[in-house]
């Protein structure tokens, strides 16, 4: 009994934790950087140390509860949602005066006196690893009835973070040594009174019961298509799917998005809101060619920001990406012996040998900035693709079981379903090596455009 409870806790342990990105964390950083009367005044910063995934709009929304008694007078750069009830007080009224406040972004163009330095994107916060000098939000918030010193101040418990929705975990805070900041002329630092760090991970578990997204695979010598597993993303909200087409779509506000961020999804076998498909397009001498393409079937999102994590073990030899950025990632270089031999012990289980590679294997792709890193709302205009040119290793390449195709594919940090191994295109044993590279290239190149465009 012991050694199952241990187990299923480890399991859940290797759940949560994601081996692509094993440093990734959303941290929260409060700098008091003055004393008031009555409190104190701070910066309070949010940097997504995440590689792969953003806030998107609507973006975040972080809450946290007081340890006493605490309001607050004034915000810059962003506000809370509530004022809640500030009937004790008169003349001078708090911005909020609630035990658990809930805080926003403020959205771009706000006047001038109500700004803070990387303040108001609409709660738009980017992944680090594509974009680190845009995956900072901060704000500055005065504090009343909460202690003048770092002896008499308590630090507020119970965060929260919705990133729009729900997954986010927060840890409690926890004072750190204080921050030190550089004026504008560089010739001068200042320390903050006191500093607490909050860290927040995420976990795809949380955030929903079902994937967001899955992935179909072809290829040039076989006419066959391996599509998304059916129901892959579920198949509760299949009785009010849109058929491509319908008239329904031409009504007006259809394509509004709801404040609740409910879909309305394209009706599919998989309804999943995104399809990840891989095609093994060509196969040359000394290298060989992949087309990726991610097609929208959600009539209510734009993804402002996208990404797509791929493991494949020759995306270590990368020879060019034609329409999209690419950047490797090298995530297994802080995992101990213990989590390597943990995660290579759950693949052994599952007989699947693809589960686990080595440190080189992993890329992540992204759009082109006011290119293609908007990914449309389902429709004709609904798709991003590209190619990826890759040189062949001799020793390891082969197009037999499977290893053409990814391991593991993420969009926007959500782990996608791959179909079952034993359904990926298979190798024909009989057909003749010029026939591979011709006729069936040509019929498979075809199929391939009009699956992606339906």
Not at 115 to 126: A, F, M, R
Not at 170 to 179: D, L, R
Not at 356 to 382: Q, V
């Amino acid at each position: 009994m012991r050694f199952v409870i241990s187990a299923l806790f480890l399991f859940v342990v290797a759940a949560a934790y994601d081996p692509l990105d094993p440093n990734g964390n959303l941290t929260i950083k409060w700098d008091i950087v003055s004393w008031t009367p009555d409190g104190y005044v701070a910066v309070v910063t949010m940097n997504n140390f995440q590689m792969y995934r953003h806030i998107m709009s609507p973006g975040w929304t972080l809450g946290w509860t007081w340890a006493k008694k605490e309001v607050i007078w004034s915000m810059n750069g962003a506000q809370t949602t509530e004022q809640g009830d500030c009937s004790q007080f008169k003349g001078n009224v708090p911005h909020c005066c609630k035990k658990i406040p809930t805080v926003v972004d403020l959205l771009p163009g706000v006047p001038y006196n109500q700004q803070y330095s990387n303040c108001c994107k609409g709660g738009v916060l980017p992944a680090w690893g594509i974009d680190p000098q845009s995956a900072v939000s901060a704000f500055q918030i005065s504090v009343g009835m909460a202690g003048t010193s770092n002896k008499t101040v308590k630090l507020p418990k119970n965060f929260t973070l919705l990133g729009p929705g729900p997954g986010y975990t927060c840890g409690p805070a926890k004072v750190v040594p204080s921050t030190t900041f550089l004026t504008q002329d560089r010739r001068r630092k200042t320390q903050a009174l006191m500093t607490w760090n909050v860290t927040c991970t995420y976990s795809q578990f949380l955030a929903r019961k079902n994937p967001s997204c899955c992935v179909s695979f072809s290829s040039f010598y076989n006419e066959t298509i391996t599509p998304c597993p059916t129901c892959a993303c579920g198949c509760q909200n299949k009785n009010s799917c849109v058929k491509s087409g319908s008239k329904v779509l031409k009504r007006a506000g259809v394509n509004t998005p709801r404040k609740d961020n409910t879909p309305l999804l394209q009706c599919t076998h998989h309804m999943c809101p995104v399809r990840v498909h891989w095609h093994v397009k060509v196969n040359y001498k000394e290298y060989w060619r992949v087309k990726v393409s991610i097609i929208n079937f959600n009539y209510r999102m734009n993804y402002t920001l996208w990404s797509l994590a791929v493991q494949h073990p020759n995306l270590n030899d990368v020879t060019q990406v034609f329409s999209f950025d690419y950047k490797p990632l090298v995530p297994y270089e802080s995992i101990s012996e213990y989590m390597i031999f943990f995660f290579t012990f759950l693949s052994m289980l599952s007989d699947n040998n693809l589960a686990y590679a080595h440190a080189d294997d992993t890329g992540m792709f992204y759009g082109m900035k006011f290119y293609n890193d908007l990914l449309m709302e389902a429709g004709p205009f609904g798709n991003v693709q590209s190619e990826v040119l890759l040189r062949k290793d001799k020793d390891t390449f082969t197009l037999k079981q499977g290893w053409a195709f990814p391991r593991k594919v993420y969009f926007n940090g959500d782990e996608c379903m791959l179909p079952p191994p034993d359904t990926y295109p298979f190798l024909p044993n009989s057909a003749p090596h010029q026939q591979l590279f011709s006729g069936l290239a040509a019929i498979a190149a075809m199929v391939f455009l009009l699956v992606t465009v339906w």
